[in-house]
C-alpha cells in the first residue's frame, strides 16, 4: 500500500554527534556556567538529586567536576582579591574625604572670620563718611560745655492757688 511506505523511505532520525571534549589545557564549561545553570534550578527543594543530575550530565559529557572545583576556588581567589583591593580603594576614598572635610570646616571658619572683619571696615567706613550726628564725637575731642536749664513752671502763673499776677 502507498500510505505505508517501504521501510526505507520513513524518515529515521539522524543521531546527534557526540559532545567535542574539551582541549587539554582549555575548559568549555567553567564554574560561571555551572552558577547559571543552578540559577535556573529549584536546588532549595531537593539538593543533593539535583546536583547529582548536574554531575552525573556533566561527566557524561567530559566534564569533570573536579576541574569544575579548581575552576571554582581560582574564581574565588580573583574575586577575594577584588574586594580587598576594592577595600583598600575605599580607605584610601575615606581618608581623602576625611581630608577634605577638615580642609572645608577651616576655610569655613576662615570665611567666617574675614567675612566679620570686612563688616567691622565697612561699619567704620561708613561711620567715618556720614557727617557728625549731634552728641557723636571725634575721639579725644571734648563736648562743648551745655549751659543750665531754663527753670519752667509746668503749669501756667494763673493756675497757681487761683490768683493772678
Known sequence: ???????????????????????????????????????????????????????????????????????????QQKLGDRITALQAQIQDLSKQIDTHRSEVARLEAELSETTTARDRLQHAEQAAARPAAPGSFAPGHLPPPTPPPKLTPSRPPEAHHGAKV
Open 1 to 75: 500500500m502507498a500510505i505505508f511506505g517501504k521501510r526505507e523511505e520513513i524518515a529515521q532520525p539522524t543521531p546527534a554527534p557526540p559532545p567535542a571534549a574539551p582541549k587539554a589545557g582549555s575548559q568549555s564549561y567553567g564554574i560561571a556556567d555551572v552558577i547559571r545553570l543552578l540559577r535556573t534550578l529549584p536546588v532549595d527543594q531537593h539538593a543533593e538529586l539535583v546536583v547529582r543530575v548536574i554531575r552525573t550530565t556533566l561527566e557524561s559529557v567530559n566534564v569533570h567536576v573536579s576541574d569544575l572545583v579548581q575552576d571554582a576556588a581560582r574564581h
